[in-house]
């Protein structure tokens, strides 16, 4: 049934339901969640933490393939990742939905599903939010709440500081590549596929002149990481950790990012960037260069932060240190001890294509 | 200029330069605001409220009525109200905004001129959101945040509490029924009009067969209520407050809202619903009925509440008593005595039409 037959109110309805667990009420403070002009809550002791993101259709996503419920899971995921490079801990979502009258009631369920997932992965209630319709694309929108006992800022990087990335970069923009690649039957076998356990058959690449194909489980990792990203959490490190951003635009631009509010410059070795297999292989068969995709990709969903060396060194960190932070120079160092300029390069809305 | 020429990373600083104030940063016990992956800020010892409301537009705005200024203003008042009527007093604003990349720059600083009219109104700062761009229609989304010592529900009303109103509803859904009837040139002039104060020109209006002029002072009220509505506060009525809601589909609607989540009935005298005399002079002119604008325009953005009637004699509340909440009962009951169902009837999205 298309959403205009159904009608606001029970729609509203149906999400009152599928969201509201009494038995969590108590244990989170939650005085009124959905259902009420706003949501009241027992305020948390801990600093808080708000970020809110919002996905367009056309531009933040493609739903030729991306499905509903992939949809719903990145939106939480995406909010969680930045309070997550904030050092928190996320409790409340509200959700904000604009879809059309001819929507099919399919689809609200199954981005419901994705909402529903990432909200048990993260341990979140979901608490408010609002239902508004659409004349052409559709809009979703997040807004995350959660705590944390020491804020971390991107302004707290200092000179000596290593710089350190979770995993690996590039996968999303990978996947994404191969996403535009596909023939419309592969799309759809992607669409269906909600659960990472679950293996994929080999898929169909198109480049406009002809076909070949390409191993579904072999490229798991790179579309699993754009359709659905979880977020990262290093809070194990969070006493020693300096400055910290989750990287969405591309990890040069959001190091940059990190050097302008902290008023200091990076020096980056491009052998030490970490890069998956899977993400070498894929972007060979398609004529793109990884370390491009891996530096400047965006939507990785990783976090970058940085850390005096010695402590990383002693804490046996886990994930990959990629250069230090400077007093001023901003540079890249190849293998062969090449040096290049450290340029913000990456997505940008409204930007120059 | 246009937004695709400026580019995201400006417009973003743009922001951040207009809305950071360091001052407010100590006073507000904001950590980190604008500029970072998430808002950080030291918790309320009060309940915490968290509200939001996205306008689409063609759905939820028509900018060939609503100038920018207007627009800002009014998406901040809307979910201030929404705290208003949870008995809170809000603090954070945090908001989003997909444009197309070829709006006007100046489209922009005007919302963001009226954004920044609202947060002075009403003592706010903003400190986070988003920025993404739409390939057909805008969409403003904001959350707010906000704080109140005693939460005021929905669900509290009892059989015997009166029923309450602020001013007077249907302004504004007569305002809208004037714009739409209005010629071109008159829609520019109220576009143009950001001021109270400002006196309006006689205002032309049609109907497909001729044209009339109405006088543009006398229907100011209507105008404003519709294109910059304040929030309401009846904060020093609060600790006798059994239940509120804001006036946002319908003063009926809405009241069966309140009758929902209690568990109740109401009645409503229809000759005490509160009406201004603007509004009865403009639909009378344009061959509306006044009572059908007051009971089920919407927009109204009035807050509606119960109170043990002998409180609110005895403290003189200064707002209108439409009737009284009942065991079940749902009825309205006009002038002569003659009873009649009382309906949740309003704006509903995907609603049928």
Redesign the interface.
């Known amino acids: 049934m298309q959403?205009?037959m159904?009608?606001?109110?029970r729609?509203l309805e149906e999400i009152r339901r599928r969201f509201s667990d009494p038995s969590q009420k108590r244990d989170r403070g939650i005085?009124?969640g959905i259902?009420?002009?706003?949501?009241?809550?027992?305020?948390?002791?801990?600093?808080?933490?708000?970020?809110?993101?919002?996905?367009?259709?056309?531009?933040?996503f493609d739903l030729s393939y991306t499905s509903p419920f992939h949809l719903g899971f990145k939106l939480v995921s995406v909010n969680v990742s930045?309070?997550a490079?904030?050092g928190?801990r996320s409790s409340?979502l509200?959700l904000?939905m604009?879809?059309k009258?001819d929507t099919d009631e399919i689809f609200f369920t199954k981005f419901c599903d994705g909402v529903a997932r990432a909200l048990q992965q993260y341990g979140m209630a979901l608490?408010?939010?609002?239902?508004?319709?659409?004349?052409?694309?559709m809009?979703f929108?997040a807004?995350?709440?959660?705590?944390?006992g020491k804020?971390v800022?991107?302004?707290g990087a200092s000179a000596g500081d290593g710089v350190y990335v979770t995993y690996v970069t590039g996968d999303a923009a990978c996947g994404l590549e191969l996403l535009k690649r596909m023939a419309p039957e592969s799309r759809e076998a992607v669409k269906k596929w909600l659960d990472y356990e679950v293996p994929l058959p080999d898929l169909i690449l198109t480049d406009g002149s002809g076909f070949s194909k390409i191993d579904g489980n072999r490229v798991k990792p790179l579309l699993a990481r754009h359709l659905m990203p979880a977020a990262r959490d290093v809070r194990d490190l969070l006493p020693h950790i300096t400055s910290?951003?989750?990287v969405s635009d591309g990890l040069f631009m959001d190091l940059c990012r990190i050097c302008d509010?902290s008023g200091t410059g990076a020096k980056v070795y491009l052998d030490k960037v970490p890069m998956s297999d899977s993400m070498k292989f894929a972007s060979d068969r398609i004529g793109l260069s990884s370390l491009e995709l891996a530096v400047s990709g965006g939507e990785d969903y990783e976090l970058l932060f940085t850390m005096p060396p010695d402590v990383a060194e002693r804490l046996d960190v886990g994930h990959a240190c990629i250069g230090e932070i400077t007093e001023k120079e901003r540079i890249t160092i190849d293998k062969s001890g090449r040096k290049a300029a450290l340029k913000a390069e990456g997505y940008?809305?409204?930007?120059?294509a």
């Not at 159904?6 to 109110?9: A, T």
């Not at 809550?41 to 933490?49: A, Q, V, Y």
């Open positions: 959403l205009g159904i009608g606001e109110l729609l005085i009124v259902g009420d002009d706003a949501a009241a809550f027992t305020p948390p002791l801990e600093t808080m933490l708000v970020t809110t993101d919002m996905m367009h259709e056309g531009v933040d930045d309070i490079a904030m928190g409340f509200f904000t604009s879809m009258g608490i408010g939010g609002d239902l508004s319709s659409a004349r052409n694309d809009v929108s807004t995350v709440i959660g705590n944390t804020p800022l991107r302004s910290m951003i989750d509010e940008q809305h409204f930007g120059p």
